[in-house]
């Protein structure tokens, strides 16, 4: 099951990160994190860059409101989402972990 805290206005989840993948897109749940393919190499925090346009597309929410917190130079990271509830985040996300490619 996904793990969600609320914090002060803000979502706090984790995320395992697959760089170098053919197609950028969410893919499903690991161990409690979403899983996120990333088409950019993990240099100079392309990877990164690109994960956070993907969680801010996929959320509905601005570029500017996703953050990662932790994990910049590995493959699991923690990201906070300005602007959402958890219930909001969880129905938003929902349908990405669930559903096949």
């Known amino acids: 099951?996904?793990?969600?805290q609320e914090k002060a206005?803000?979502?706090?989840?984790?995320?395992?990160?697959?760089p170098r993948s053919s197609k950028s897109?969410?893919?499903?749940e690991y161990d409690g994190s979403i899983k996120v393919n990333l088409k950019a190499?993990?240099?100079?925090?392309e990877a990164?860059?690109?994960?956070?346009r993907l969680l801010a597309r996929t959320l509905g929410v601005a570029r500017s409101s996703v953050?990662?917190?932790?994990?910049?130079?590995?493959?699991?990271?923690?990201?906070?989402?300005?602007?959402?509830?958890?219930v909001e985040f969880t129905?938003?996300?929902?349908?990405y972990l669930y559903s096949s490619p």
């Open 41 to 45: 190499p993990p240099v100079d925090g």
């Open 9 to 18: 206005g803000s979502v706090f989840f984790s995320i395992k990160a697959q």
């Open 67 to 86: 953050e990662i917190v932790s994990g910049t130079r590995g493959k699991m990271k923690r990201v906070k989402v300005f602007g959402l509830s958890a």
């Open 1 to 4: 099951m996904l793990q969600v």
């Open 91 to 95: 129905e938003k996300i929902t349908p």
């Open 25 to 28: 897109m969410i893919t499903g």
């Open 48 to 52: 990164n860059l690109e994960c956070c």
